[in-house]
């Protein structure tokens, strides 16, 4: 090939990649951003990639402000389980796609060492949870405190791993907690904690999409991103993703949609937290 053969080829290849559709995929705040980019970004590029489009990832600071983005619709994918909140269900986000890991639990977890020994000895106590905004991080372990007539004060650490943080550190003597974002953080970063209670299964948080992305774009997004684990390119991506944040197989996503998730809306119809955001 001569140089300004090349150099035109390279230059068109650049023009297609521009002219590309460009949609937002908003992921929920567990982690710090730098961990969210370094697990999402090469997923979204291949993705994209296999799909024809863009896929720009959007990570808001806090739980509650990727909340929000939802109820405003800002978002044309994205992967959460803050869609089924009451607030957000005029949006109409529609799932497509649901995690191969296994169903996520709320914990409310202590220091292997701490003198906490069983959920009473919380009443009356600063306990930690990730934001009002948390399903498993606050809804769900919430609901069970108060239905159990435990009191407690709640203390923020506006994301999973930030609050998980406060626990470490012996700022808090308790965190309510996804139970999988915990034994990563574990085994990251060698904490060593104890369940003082868990909750009941929630399939993993699902990928959903915005009603005004086009149905073709959906299916080519849907079917390349459901295709990764099969196709030794995608799984070699999703190998190294894991491996960022410590987690264990499986790896990818299927096919799923809003039944998969009855028991969200379940839970949010009967809830007894009046807090939540």
């Known amino acids: 090939m001569t140089r300004p053969f090349a150099l035109i080829a390279g230059l068109l290849l650049s023009l297609a ?19 969210t980019a370094e697990y999402w970004n090469p997923i979204l590029d291949y993705a994209g990639k296999k799909a024809g489009v863009n896929l720009l990832l959007r990570v808001a600071r806090t739980g509650p402000e990727s909340n929000a983005a939802i109820a405003r619709g800002e978002y044309d994918f994205t992967y959460s389980n803050h869609l089924f909140k009451p607030a957000n269900l005029a ?3 529609q799932v497509i796609l649901r995690s191969r890991e296994t169903a996520i639990k709320g914990q409310i977890v202590t220091l292997a060492g701490s003198a906490v020994g069983r959920l009473a000895d919380l009443q009356g106590l600063e ?17 069970h405190l108060i239905r159990s007539g ?8 506006g994301n999973q791993e930030g ?3 406060q626990l470490q550190a012996g700022k808090i003597m308790a965190a309510a907690v996804n139970d999988q974002v915990i034994k990563a953080y574990a085994l990251r970063e060698g904490l060593r904690y104890r369940v003082l209670w868990e909750s009941e299964s929630y399939d993993n948080i699902p990928i959903a999409v915005h009603p005004r992305v086009d149905k073709s774009v959906v299916e080519s997004v849907r079917r390349a ?25 499986p790896y990818g996503f299927v096919p799923g949609n809003q039944k998969d998730y009855r028991n969200y809306l379940d839970f949010y119809r009967n809830t007894v937290v009046k807090d939540l955001e």
């Not at 990649?17 to 961990?35: E, I, K, M, N």
């Not at 009191?151 to 650490?157: H, L, S, W």
């Not at 196709?231 to 993703?241: F, I, M, T």
């Open 17 to 35: 990649v521009q002219a590309a559709d460009t949609y937002s995929f908003g992921v929920l705040s567990q982690r710090s951003p730098v961990l």
């Open 91 to 93: 949006q109409d986000y």
């Open 127 to 143: 306990v930690g949870f990730p934001s009002r905004a948390a399903f498993v991080g606050y809804a769900v372990p919430m609901d």
């Open 150 to 157: 435990i009191a407690v004060i709640p203390v923020f650490g």
């Open 163 to 165: 609050i998980i943080g």
């Open 225 to 249: 991103l459901a295709g990764m684990n099969d196709d030794p390119a995608g799984r070699k991506v999703l190998e190294a993703s894991a491996a960022v944040i410590r987690q264990k197989p």
